[in-house]
């Protein structure tokens, strides 16, 4: 039973692995990414894509760098995740009442201590909250004019969102009330760790006055590491449809894998139809991860987690798995902005031919009393259905026992295997602008967010990798100018939508090779034909779902941005 539980370990990484779902940029909407690239971006409430006038534009509205002046703009933002998760039940599992379904020899069973499990077994799982270190996210472009209706964009682009965090302690404890218990979402994601850049080129024509395109590729890299666990336990009494939660049984798997190439594109269109108010549509595509190249690395296996070598226990043992693989699709994005201006000067473009050569542009820092924008934001979330780990044919892990008749197994590992995600297409509107108190010298800003899936069905296989439902952003900024020299600090508020996924609708389910849950019309293996998430038919090896309870979230993002007129 030992050998073939091991086999799912991989699958728990897999597990870990779908909190990557967002690490793409496309995931701007309804991912870890929020409302407000850049730092002006961020205290106008994300609503800039019509409105941008720099280098940003490489990002958000490639055509407009067909007006925008040569400039080169630095980004830093930091960004604070508070989320909390209270996982439905108790430490008891499927065992009855009063009882210990732990097995000997764990580090939670020593002596009489508070953290033998016979004084926590039946307690309610405790509130768990993401303790990881704020994250900064630093972004680098620059923008030249080729000719009076051609600019060029490049630099490196970073999400605005949050990457890294940590649930429990690293050794996958808390604690709570003095005693250290096993974290209660370790079946989801204990740890995760993002580090995402795109390399970008765009380029922004203006065949009319009143007409603009653009267009920016990008060359995305990820570097993606997280940690979760499986367990190679049984039901209390062999019941299906309970819990094996048993921490001797737990196994620990961490999945590090660099994707070197993520394709993605961003096409605009910007339309002056008056002086006073101006259009923008434009759709972002992106290829899967794992889709050109490999998304390849390595994926461990620490068998007897929480074990020690006392007679019977799982030793604590370690095996590293190399080119284990992940694949997952990315959606797609789609934004319609309309921005109002009241002008104090005419637009630049009906300049002379001596004001273009002396460099003259629309500055709308100096040419603009206040303006007014609207974004509109649709994200096919939905695409995102099952990410795959796949791990090269005849992999094994290692599972040792303790005491004096310790035994080495080498365990075959399955693949490919699913993570279902089933996330909703989500709809963000995005309201702001600017005021100049001082034309040309201090703009103030300030701007709202909302944004809402379409449907309610990401609740079916939520987690605490990406916590869905509505998010309302309320945001401020302000520029100052010093000559050549433009200052940015901004300031976004998210509050997140307090989700309960209730039983009835939670289907995450944590990976134990020992039961079969889910698996319909006789399948064992997985059929990416056939994602879990369209079906809720998991392949074999599936426990009992483990994602019923409580999920919070606020973030705090502050951003820096400076930018240097040439």
């Known amino acids: 039973m030992r050998k073939t539980a091991l086999a799912t370990a991989v699958f728990s990484a897999a597990v870990a692995a779908h909190a990557y779902g967002d690490l793409h940029p ?88 508070p953290d033998n499990p016979s004084t926590w077994a039946d307690q309610a799982f405790p509130r768990v909250c993401n303790g990881g270190m704020p994250q900064v996210i630093p972004q680098i472009m620059a923008n030249v004019r080729l000719t009076d209706e051609l600019g060029l964009g490049f630099g490196i682009v970073a999400p605005n969102g949050v990457g890294t965090a940590r649930w429990g302690a690293s050794d996958g404890t808390v604690t709570a009330n003095g005693q250290r218990l096993p974290t209660p979402v370790r079946y989801q994601v204990t740890e995760r760790d993002l580090l995402l850049f795109f390399p970008s080129v765009g380029i922004g024509y203006r065949p009319f006055d009143w007409l603009r395109v653009g267009l920016t590729l990008q060359w995305g890299v990820g570097i993606i590491d997280f940690v979760n666990y499986t367990n190679s336990g049984t039901a209390a009494s062999g019941s299906p449809g309970t819990l094996a939660e048993d921490p001797s049984s737990d196994i620990r798997t961490h ?156 365990v075959p590992v399955p693949t490919p295997l699913p993570i279902p995600h089933g996330w909703s297409d989500v709809i963000t509107l995005r309201l702001g602008g600017d005021v100049n108190a001082i034309p040309g010298m201090l703009a103030v800003r300030a701007g709202a967010s909302f944004e809402i899936p379409v449907d309610g069905k990401y609740r079916n296989y939520l987690g605490n990798d990406f916590i869905s439902g509505w998010r309302l952003g309320l945001h401020a900024g302000a520029t100052l100018r010093v000559d050549r020299f433009d200052i940015s600090l901004a300031y976004g508020f998210f509050l997140g939508e307090t989700v309960d996924v209730a039983a009835a609708d939670a289907r995450f389910r944590q990976i134990n090779a020992l039961q079969m849950q889910g698996v319909c019309g006789g399948a064992t293996t997985y059929d990416p034909a056939h994602p879990v998430v369209s079906s809720n038919c998991y392949p074999g090896g599936f426990g009992g779902i483990v994602n019923a309870g409580r999920f919070e979230q606020m973030f705090h993002v502050i951003s820096l941005g400076a930018s240097y007129h040439f």
């Open 26 to 113: 496309t995931a701007q909407a309804g991912g870890f990414e929020l409302s407000g690239v850049g730092t002006r971006g961020m205290g106008r409430g994300g609503a800039f894509a019509a409105r941008v006038d720099d280098s940003l534009a490489l990002a958000l509205n490639p055509a407009m760098l067909a007006d925008a002046d040569a400039q080169i703009v630095l980004n830093a933002s930091l960004a604070i995740w508070d989320a909390c998760v209270t996982r439905s039940g108790n430490y008891a599992g499927g065992a009855p009442p009063g009882e210990t379904y732990l097995g000997g020899g764990t580090i939670f069973a020593a002596g009489d201590g």
């Open 255 to 410: 999945l590090n894998v660099v994707d070197p190439f993520v394709p993605a594109g961003t096409l605009s269109v910007h339309l002056i139809p008056h002086d006073n108010f101006e259009i923008m549509v434009s759709g972002h595509i992106s290829d899967a991860v794992g889709g050109v190249l490999d998304a390849n690395g390595t994926l461990e296996l620490r068998t007897g987690t929480y074990g020690t070598s006392a007679d019977g226990s799982y030793v604590p043992t370690s095996t590293t798995i190399q080119n284990a693989r992940l694949s997952a699709g990315q959606p797609f994005q789609f934004t319609l902005a309309m921005r109002y201006a009241d002008r104090i000067r005419p637009r630049a473009y009906r300049r002379t031919a001596g004001e273009a050569l002396a460099g003259h542009i629309d500055d709308a820092m100096q040419n603009e009393n206040f303006d007014l924008e609207l974004d509109v934001v649709y994200e096919q979330l939905s695409q995102v259905t099952d990410f795959v780990v796949t791990t090269p044919t005849g992999s094994s892990g290692v599972l040792r026992t303790g005491g004096a008749g310790g035994m080495s197994s080498s």
